[in-house]
């Protein structure tokens, strides 16, 4: 398809995306306690964009579907920290996110040009701490779930 | 004659549509148990609440003017209210809001200072 039908595709897209995303939200919220089904998760999504723009824009658009919220980004790492709220497992989110992501960029560049999103997941440390202790070498991933483990 | 009535009467049903919207994610707001899922549910009345508030009143008063003003509002709207949540949940985190018990995977967590700071 040439340039001007991905953007309205894409236009097209997000509306029906959005509104499902605001039906399922507000299904969720009327639901008695005891029965929601919310499962949220925050999740690093690696990222294929480039330019400010990109960024801005994805991470804007994420926060705008309800349900799904953009806390932060790492550029260097090329990583979205996406905050769902109906995930049941890491895997389900992140493909949703890097499907958002590519319609997004087809839509947005003439030719798509590099989608590669980072394999790898980086070894994010706080600034302070940048400098791992010598003798935890074999940390250079994260581990799966980390919500109960203070390393 | 016709027309006009039937377009006024969709108006009227998306102001009432916009309304519903709202006043479920104020439910939202008090059942929520955290931060993070009370902005997203936000997210809700502000974008699909406003913008079909903003769309039943052009349905019932419409103009080319009221038209372009309608369609500056919506985009500006949810522009804003977009980065409005991001900034809010960003500075939550760095505020040491944790996310809910039910929250099951944190990866955010692994870059915080201290983990076990609350």
Do not use: C
């Not at chain 1, 480039?50 to 980004?73: N, Q, V």
């Amino acid at each position: 398809m040439s340039w001007p039908f991905r953007i309205i595709g894409f236009l097209a897209w997000y509306a029906k995306e959005f509104l499902l995303a605001n039906l399922s939200v507000t299904a969720d919220v009327l639901r008695p306690r005891r029965r929601m089904k919310m499962r949220p998760a925050i999740v690093a999504v690696p990222a294929a964009s480039r330019t400010d723009s990109e960024w801005t824009l994805i991470s804007s658009l994420i926060t705008l579907t309800p349900g799904t919220l953009t806390i932060t980004i790492s550029r260097e790492h090329g990583i979205l920290y996406v905050h769902g709220m109906f995930v049941d497992s890491r895997e389900q989110l992140v493909a949703e996110i890097q499907e958002m992501e590519d319609r997004l960029l087809h839509a947005m560049r003439r030719e798509p040009g590099d989608l590669s999103r980072p394999t790898e997941r980086p070894v994010v440390r706080p600034l302070d701490e940048a400098a791992p202790p010598s003798g935890t070498p074999g940390a250079s991933a994260h581990p799966p779930t980390g919500s109960g483990e203070n390393p | 004659m016709e027309l006009i009535d039937i377009i006024e009467a969709l108006g009227l049903v998306f102001i009432f549509l916009g309304i519903g919207t709202i006043v479920v994610s104020a439910i939202g707001l008090f059942k929520l148990p955290d931060l993070y899922l009370r902005a997203s549910a936000v997210g809700t009345s502000a974008g699909l609440g406003v913008a079909s508030i903003v769309l039943g009143a052009l349905l019932m008063d419409f103009s080319g003017l009221n038209l372009l003003k309608a369609v500056i509002a919506i985009i500006a709207q949810l522009l804003t209210s977009a980065v409005g949540s991001m900034a809010i949940a960003r500075a939550g985190y760095l505020n040491n809001a944790l996310p809910a018990e039910i929250t099951h995977i944190d990866e955010l967590r692994l870059t915080r200072r201290s983990p076990d700071r609350s």
